[in-house]
């Protein structure tokens, strides 16, 4: 079935660092893949997505780039503020409307 | 707009208990999902929806069942509590499989 798999965290990074989240996935067909955030005591919220090969999402200065290739969605952004300390998950749509995620990986940014 | 509402936000139960945790969403969408949220596992899907009068098995559906009363409704029901269940739920709906999803704020159970 499909499946999604992040690195783990929890990630620390000083503020104005580069950050990379690591997300790879099995999926038969096309999936559409997304990455969602999570602030603390809320529900999840949509970061940005991709819904076919070589298509990059990008918002609020996050970017990830569909490389079907190496079946990857790594989120990454050149420079964290503390603003952006939460959860995120990566997720996929493949057949049948499911939308799987993976487990989540926690950035702290710190002054 | 309200988006996706759930109710209630906090519950606790005793072993053996039932109870329902409604969810709402007033976005017209066709696809409903039902989440259970726990320590380093991440979110998952304990049933889906598709569309009005359909339901789907996710990854963790034993001890639960579902309703989709209607396109804005859907239901999770517990029918024997027990501690295992204890997590945070989130209800998730969206139009179609390419399109954002939207959550409701969760609602936070505990099994004693």
């Known amino acids: 079935g499909d499946s999604v798999t992040q690195m783990e965290g929890p990630v620390t990074l000083s503020e104005e660092a580069f950050l990379t989240i690591n997300c790879t996935y099995t999926a038969t067909g096309y999936p559409s893949l997304f990455w969602y955030v999570q602030y603390p005591g809320e529900g999840l919220q949509l970061l940005l997505k991709a819904t076919k090969a070589d298509d990059k999402g990008s918002n609020k200065g996050f970017e990830a780039t569909y490389r079907k290739e190496t079946t990857s969605f790594h989120l990454e952004k050149g420079s964290v503020q503390v603003s952006d300390s939460a959860v995120y998950f990566c997720?996929?749509?493949?057949?049948?409307?499911?939308?799987?995620f993976g487990t989540g990986t926690q950035l702290k940014v710190e002054l | 707009n309200a988006g996706v509402t759930q109710t209630p936000k906090f519950q606790v139960l005793k072993t053996g208990q039932s109870m329902t945790l409604q969810c709402a969403q007033d976005?017209?969408?066709?696809?409903m999902y039902w989440y259970r949220q726990d320590p380093g596992m991440g979110l998952r899907l304990i049933y889906y929806s598709a569309s009005e009068g359909t339901t789907d098995k996710g990854e963790v559906p034993n001890g639960y069942n579902v309703s989709r009363l209607n396109k804005r409704e859907f239901s999770l029901r517990l029918e024997s509590a027990a501690p295992s269940q204890t997590s945070v739920y989130f209800c998730?709906?969206?139009?179609?499989?390419?399109?954002?999803?939207?959550f409701g704020q969760g609602t936070r159970l505990t099994v004693v």
């Open positions: 998730a709906s969206r139009d179609r499989a390419v399109t954002e999803a939207f």
């Open positions: 976005m017209n969408h066709n696809s």
């Open positions: 997720a996929l749509t493949g057949g049948g409307n499911k939308l799987t």
